[in-house]
């Protein structure tokens, strides 16, 4: 079992940044691939970035590149979410999950590939 808890949400302006992190407590933190994702009011949840349980990969949705970046220290059994240049539309609960199988090789975006959620941290840009 992992159980997830992030922080580092906040009032942002826009163009500016954010780095949400996700405290992972339970065993083998470090054999779970780890994904964002975020809900804005009235829309369905949706995948943001992920990275694979060895940190060799990542990837992102379209709207994140270049602007997104996850990591994670598994010494400190944490994810993190760098948000740079953010916008209005990036305004949104967003939650850390945990893949439901150990050592996958692929990196999943859906969110039935997910098993361990937090209960999330608001993230709201406005001037």
């Known amino acids: 079992q992992v159980q997830l808890v992030e922080s580092g949400g906040g009032l942002v302006q826009p163009g500016g940044s954010l780095r949400l992190s996700c405290a992972a407590s339970g065993r083998s933190f470090s054999s779970y691939n780890m994904g964002w994702f975020r809900q804005a009011p009235g829309q369905e949840r949706e995948f943001v970035a992920a990275i694979t349980w060895s940190g060799s990969r990542t990837t992102y949705a379209d709207f994140g590149k270049g602007r997104f970046t996850i990591s994670r220290d598994s010494a400190k059994n944490t994810a993190y979410l760098q948000m740079n240049s953010l916008k209005l539309e990036d305004t949104a609960v967003y939650y850390c999950?945990?893949?439901?199988?150990?050592?996958?090789?692929?990196?999943?975006?859906?969110?039935?590939?997910?098993?361990?959620w937090g209960q999330g941290t608001q993230v709201t840009v406005s001037s």
């Open positions: 999950a945990g893949d439901r199988l150990r050592f996958r090789e692929d990196i999943a975006r859906r969110l039935y590939e997910y098993n361990y």
